[in-house]
């Protein structure tokens, strides 16, 4: 499955074919909900999961021309082009709201109809003479019911399909693949497909013997107690989410912002598996700040021995410009050479004798050849004495960067 990365002309096709899709499935509703007072039948737009997709696959701009592309038919069901409008609306606003507001992608579809659902009501009663004020406002929540569904349906087809998780907008990974909104999207899904499955089915058997729907006053009543179980079960899902991934985020944002000194807090849980990962993670970081401990105290004693030590070491790693920058020297090197600080391979020939000065940059030569050399120099002490000192020099590659290190030894 192609994502932000893919080419051009790559996008240009999987959003054509994914709209044209998306077309075809609402062209051919396979059931409809109508009601004998209603001018018009609610085929689901089931299409509309496929604009969804592209959304998260490579954002804003692609996504609106597949949904222009899957609302096309809405034109031959519905003779208007209200619904065309409405849900370039929809997709465009909740891309906002997940890329800028960080929400969920059915919660912002929620977020869209709750703050936008009573204008389009409004909208779609003055200008679509066929439907009243009741008309109007069954639409309106059919739509919104298909809207969470294509979200939640969008989300689960690009986890089990799409493995690269950078392939996408950075806004959408969060959105798709974290523990929260994977079982929040089941959750919904859950939620809404029996529902959703029991209204069209039951209509579709009773067709227009729908005698318990007669009235405007009792079908006004199944509506809002539709609408009030269908935020029930979305607040319980959202609920259960958090109560599942509020343990392994709270972990994970701990973990990553974990210092040296610090351990992973105990953070209780009230299921199982992510209160023993935790304390797992607490009882890891506690180990490894012990060890940390005590290697930070063997370090230092081994730093104090070898700086001490009878003989002079000195370690360096080499430069683009053929010296050799200081990373150690110990005492006894600093009291032979005669200076406190060396900075690197060039304070040698400053203190060398002029007779041996050719001697010495011929074993920094040799030393690249043979990886090892040794011979007797002439130095000059910290009392400015002529000492003679037996030089060996050895050469090592570091494993992570490659970089030639020298140590010496008297």
């Given at each position: ?13 999987w ?23 209603l001018p ?18 490579f ?14 038919p ?8 209200l ?31 709750g ?13 679509d ?9 069954v ?11 294509a979200?939640?349906?969008?989300g ?9 998780l ?10 798709v ?20 499955f029991?209204?069209f ?10 005698a ?21 079960g979305l607040m ?10 509020r ?12 210092t ?17 990962l935790?304390?797992?993670l ?11 401990h005590?290697?930070e ?9 070898v ?6 070491i ?7 410009d ?40 011929g ?14 120099l ?6 400015n004495r ?15 960067s ?9």
């Open positions: 499955m192609p994502g932000i990365r893919s080419p051009q002309w790559q996008r240009w096709l959003t054509l074919l994914l709209g044209g899709l998306g077309a075809a499935l609402n062209l051919f509703p396979m059931v409809s909900l109508h009601h004998p007072d018009l039948q609610l085929y689901p737009l089931p299409g509309l999961a496929a604009a969804f997709l592209v959304l998260i696959l954002g804003t701009r692609w996504a609106l021309l597949a949904t222009a592309i899957v609302a096309l809405t034109l031959l069901l519905w003779h208007t082009v619904a065309i409008l409405v849900l370039l609306l929809e997709m465009l606003v909740v891309a906002w709201l997940v890329h800028r507001r960080h929400l969920m992608l059915p919660v912002a579809d929620i977020a869209f109809w703050l936008l659902g009573l204008p389009l009501w409004w909208i779609v009663y003055q200008f003479p066929r439907l009243d004020q009741l008309a109007a406002a639409v309106l929540f059919k739509q919104a019911l298909n809207g969470v569904a979200t939640t349906t969008a689960l087809i690009v986890l089990v399909f799409k493995r690269d950078m392939d996408i907008p950075a806004p959408m990974r969060q959105r693949y974290s523990i929260r909104a994977v079982v929040f999207n089941l959750f919904v899904l859950m939620t809404l497909l029996p529902a959703v029991f209204i089915f039951h209509a579709y058997l009773l067709g227009d013997d729908m318990w729907l007669r009235s405007t006053h009792d079908f006004l009543d199944y509506l809002l107690l539709s609408i009030l179980l269908l935020l029930s319980l899902a959202y609920w259960l989410s958090v109560v599942i991934s343990s392994l985020t709270q972990t994970a944002v701990a973990v990553q912002g974990l040296e000194d610090q351990t992973v807090p105990r953070m209780a849980t009230r299921l199982l598996e992510p209160d023993v935790n304390q797992a607490v009882n890891l970081s506690l180990a490894l700040r012990e060890e940390r005590q290697v105290m063997q370090s230092k004693r081994l730093q104090r021995l700086f001490n030590a009878p003989i002079a000195w370690c360096g790693r080499a430069q683009t053929g010296a050799v920058k200081t990373t150690f020297a110990n005492g006894r090197f600093e009291e032979f050479i005669g200076l406190n600080a060396i900075p690197d391979s060039t304070a040698f020939f400053e203190r060398v004798h002029p007779v041996d000065a050719d001697k010495l940059a074993m920094f030569r040799a030393v690249h050849r043979r990886g090892y050399v040794k011979e007797e002439r130095f000059k002490d910290c009392n002529q000492v003679w000192l037996y030089m060996n020099i050895s050469l090592k590659w570091t494993p992570s490659r970089q030639k290190e020298y140590e010496f030894k008297q």
